[in-house]
């Protein structure tokens, strides 16, 4: 239903060429001053786009976003905010 997708970081030269990334992937965001942008492509194709940036003489890097290689699993989390809040009672108290 849902297509895994990455987001991939891509610094170049000069901003008129920012365009011709559309043709690469969904491009998300594009900031003028840094010269970089933000493009979303499917995760199968990855690798193949990422290639095929690089060989464009406009770009001069191409980042992976880490987003898919951060755990999002949160359990367990308010147990040690707990203990944390009890640690910090007893050394207010104590001193």
Avoid: C, N
């Amino acid at each position: 239903m849902f297509t895994k997708r990455r987001g991939l970081i891509v610094w170049f030269k000069h901003i008129k060429q920012a365009k011709k990334l559309r043709r690469f992937g969904h491009l998300i965001y594009t900031s003028k001053r840094q010269k970089y942008a933000v493009l979303y492509v499917d995760q199968d194709d990855v690798d193949e786009v990422k290639a095929d940036l690089e060989s464009q003489s406009f770009v001069t890097a191409v980042d992976l976003s880490h987003k898919p290689d951060i755990s999002t699993a949160y359990q367990g989390m308010l147990e040690k905010s707990h203990d944390l809040d009890a640690e910090m009672e007893s050394f207010y108290q104590s001193g």
